[in-house]
């Protein structure tokens, strides 16, 4: 048998692993961040590897969240506490620039995309201006008055672009149904305790607040925050309205925008997760 012959069945071989079966390169990558997956791809190892695409970002979250397997109710709530806490914690002024990524608009890199009114606007025009955009909080920052210090204040999890005088006008009101449209902000209703957003975000607000409540217990220097089934919560540590974010939760399922911010977040900037974007079904658990 010629050497060419005796090499053959090698190379078949090698074709059949590296075409059909999973690498042990790519095997190895799923223990790494995402901009670490980026910058390691097959074809950076040359041969045969190089015709394979790049290992798509990924997560696992079910060893995440493993401490929370089996569990409900305040027993649920406590475990996804400990998961989250000890997040990297931005500072109010870095906020700016992670909304710019976790928010940038898909079709527009240069625009982000605003939380009540979905407009696409330039990233360059955020302050405090009239057609500016600027740093809502979803969970108001005087429900516990916590401000814009480090912590609940600066947490990208619930905190979104929005217009400047929509913000204004949505202020610290609870979240509920029904009101009279906001005009700069059609979808959006609001009457003297209330604020209910457009269908589209619905679940987002739901999703950020259920992750707020769970993220600060009060045990680490930050006030325990909490939700209730009422409007009107003022100063307290409190958002509603509970059945109201349910019911939203549950009419506006997670989307790919939503899912895609969590991973920024996660890899990028606080590494840590809202685990009700991975599993909405955990908020009927806790808050049934």
């Not at 901009?35 to 950076?44: E, L, Q």
């Not at 911010?261 to 808050?287: C, G, L, S, T």
Request: charged share 25%.
């Amino acid at each position: 048998m010629t050497k060419k012959a005796r090499f053959l069945p090698l190379v078949c071989v090698l074709l059949i692993s590296g075409w059909f079966a999973p690498s042990a390169s790519a095997s190895a990558q799923t223990g790494l961040n995402l901009n670490d997956r980026a910058a390691i791809s097959p074809a950076a190892s040359g041969g045969i590897l190089s015709l394979v695409s790049p290992v798509a970002p990924y997560t696992d979250t079910d060893t995440y969240y493993e401490g929370a397997e089996g569990k409900s109710g305040e027993a649920l709530k406590s475990a996804l506490h400990r998961i989250i806490s000890g997040h990297t914690m931005l500072s109010y002024s870095e906020v700016w620039n992670a909304l710019k990524e976790t928010d940038a608009d898909p079709a527009n890199p240069n625009n982000v995309i605003l939380l009540y009114t979905n407009e696409s606007r330039s990233k360059n025009l955020n302050g405090g201006n009239v057609g500016d955009w600027n740093r809502e909080h979803v969970w108001a920052k005087s429900h516990g008055d916590f401000g814009t210090s480090k912590g609940p204040g600066t947490d990208i999890h619930h905190l979104r672009p929005a217009d400047v005088q929509v913000n204004s006008a949505r202020g610290n009101l609870d979240f509920d149904n029904g009101g009279n449209e906001y005009a700069k902000a059609p979808g959006n209703y609001y009457d003297g305790d209330s604020w209910e957003p457009r269908d589209d975000v619905k679940g987002d607000v739901a999703r950020m607040l259920f992750y707020m409540a769970v993220r600060y217990e009060g045990d680490d220097g930050y006030p325990d925050l909490e939700l209730n089934d009422r409007t009107g919560n003022g100063s307290a540590p409190y958002h509603g309205k509970q059945s109201a974010l349910l019911e939203w939760n549950r009419q506006d399922p997670v989307d790919a925008r939503e899912r895609k911010r969590n991973e920024i977040i996660y890899e990028k900037y606080q590494h840590n997760r809202n685990p009700f974007i991975d599993h909405p079904e955990w908020a009927d658990d806790i808050w049934p």
